[in-house]
């Protein structure tokens, strides 16, 4: 038995040492606090090598016995030039700040270490789980036998929904040999939508041609009748249409597709019809947006990401189903874990069988702290000011006439586009798309904002994606101001902007 003085820094988290081990919390903590509150700009501008350098000189091997050290070490290597997504200048990709409640409740469930697997590891934690997933699919309106389970993130929630979809459709055809049947699968999915449906179709086995590519509209959503007429082409060349992925929040536009038609079309073809919503899932807490989810009620299944719209840390995630008895295909009893009997004696299923994870962590706590403190209208609150924002800015920018934007928000993402004053110069489309690629590149490099980019009919087009509604619209217009003079700069050059380092002392070459 350790001694009752050995140090923190070498103990394990027992009775012994809960008041210590949540002292080493607060100090932790604390130091992440400060460094958020003493945050100037979104990323110092730090550069792979120094940073690279610095991790790599650290001997693991020698450890330094002392929690305050290790504070220390990681603040030099990683707070000082951490990513703010808080901050008003981060606005690259799907990443949000953060409720308060839910930086609460992962210490406790880091503390307590629960594992969502089985009723004997996690009891209570189980049942709150199963009680968030049960009020979503109410707010999804997905019915009294619907179901779910909370995943790591949108990549598995989609994966393990064609899972089910593709295991059904197997079910449904038990005269075809199975390999032959996974040649035949196909899947129907918009241009805009998430790649890990690409990702799923791979991972489950299915021909390297399973997905099928529906065109979209000028809004970016997915044209109905072209998906009609892909069902019907691959019905005629004697494969197995099999499922539809219907987008509530592209990545890249925020466009949602229209679920009522689509929703037709899958009664009408026999397909399962899975709602990608884990961008526009915050809508199902919208007092005023909710009706943009029309057509979410008729899905089989849906992906919902808690960490994008509902304000959640890093992982908070989850697929819910219509029927719940869809979920039979993932599961499989164990002996030493789960076994059939479980479930007959105690008079309660193991969340194991529901899951493609086996240890899991008790992330839905987070989301239970969050709607207990600030309710599911004060959520809806903050995505809806997301969206107004976003709208706000692609009104001003459509009257600046350095910038053109590609669709009109209908979440919180704006997609636009430099352009030279010089109208002639305009259709110098690799210079622009140069000009472009390094005015977001020079913001990132300088610390000055975190922008993203996409591709749109070739073309290099930047991206805001808004998920933090305390920012104000002039802190965007100075963005976008700072992204026109470096584009203008590298347009005039007639040549990528190329930064060698950034002015400070906190960015990079000091880390070592």
Known sequence: MLPDETPTALSLLTARTANACAAAVVGSASAASAALAGAARPFTGARPEPLGRAVAEVDLDAPLGDL???????????????????????????????????????????????SLDTWDQSAGAMLIERRLVEWTAERAGLGPDADGIFTSGGTQSNLQALLLARDEMLAAHPELPRAEALTR??????????????????????????????????????????????????????NLPCAVVATAGTTDFGSIGPLTEIADVALAHDLWLHVDAAYGCGLLASVTRRHLLTGIDRADSVTVDFHKSFFQPVSSSAVLVRDRTTLRHVTIHADYLNPVEHAERRGIGDQVDKSLQTTRRFDALKLWFTLRAMGADRVGEL??????????????????????????????????????????????????????????????????????????????????????PTVELRELVEVCDLLAAHAEDAFDDGRELVTSGVAGSSAGEEVA
């Open 68 to 114: 305050d050290l290790v504070i220390a070490e990681v603040e030099r290597l990683w707070l000082r030039d951490a990513v703010w997504f808080h901050h008003p200048r981060y606005v690259a990709h799907l990443n949000c700040p953060v409720a308060v409640p839910a930086v609460a409740a992962e210490a406790m469930l880091a503390t307590v270490n629960a």
């Open 185 to 238: 699968l196909r899947v129907f999915t918009s241009e805009a939508s998430h790649f890990s449906i690409e990702r799923a179709a791979a991972l489950l086995g299915l021909a390297p041609d399973a997905v099928v590519t529906v065109h979209t509209d000028d809004a970016r959503r997915m044209c109905v009748g072209a998906l009609v007429e892909e069902v019907s082409a691959q019905r005629a060349a004697g």
């Open 383 to 468: 995505f809806d000011g997301a969206i107004d924002l976003a709208a706000a800015l692609a009104r001003h920018l459509r009257l600046d006439p350095r910038f053109t934007v590609a669709v009109d928000p209908v979440l919180s993402t704006v997609v636009f586009r430099w352009l030279p004053e010089e109208r002639a110069d305009r259709e110098d489309v690799l210079r622009v798309d140069a000009a472009n690629t390094a005015a977001r590149e020079a913001v990132m490099a300088l610390g000055e904002a975190v922008v993203a980019s996409t591709k749109l009919d070739g073309e290099t087009w930047l991206k805001f994606t808004i998920l933090n």
